[in-house]
């Protein structure tokens, strides 16, 4: 089907796919304060970004909520981006440095801790509250 659309012929390396999405996740459940702070911040920006799109005042404060709604909705998906390009960068380190598996069986391992540690931190939050 690609070949059709395509001239040329790519090869898509699914274990590689497989052990960033695997890191990633792990780094995402990890450094989940991290991973609040890039949604907050990129709230904060696409709100900002947007208020310069509208010409008057009127129209901009008529839709504010259904608009700030949507922008927490892209920031927490575009909050993904920066782990996935860290976690296809350990996992590249990790081929490199181990092999082609070991990605994923340590992505598998990494996600599972992190997990883990996440849930702790959760109910030791809600705990002190």
């Known amino acids: 089907m690609l070949t059709e659309i395509f001239p040329f012929s790519f090869e898509i390396d699914k274990i590689a796919i497989a052990g960033a999405t695997l890191w990633s996740l792990a780094l995402y459940l990890g450094l989940s304060s991290l991973s609040e702070k890039i949604i907050e911040l990129l709230n904060r920006w696409f ?7 509208y010409v008057s005042k009127e ?3 008529k839709t504010r909520k259904a608009r700030e709604s949507q922008n927490a909705f892209y920031a927490s998906v575009f909050s993904i981006v920066p782990f996935l390009a860290v976690g296809a960068l350990v996992n590249w380190l990790l081929d490199l440095g181990l092999g082609g598996s070991w990605g994923i069986s ?24």
């Open 47 to 53: 709100n900002f970004a947007e208020g310069f799109l």
């Open 59 to 61: 129209e901009f404060e």
């Open 106 to 129: 340590t992505g598998i391992l990494a996600c599972m801790g992190c997990g883990v540690y996440e849930l702790g931190r959760r109910t030791a939050q809600s705990e002190e509250e």
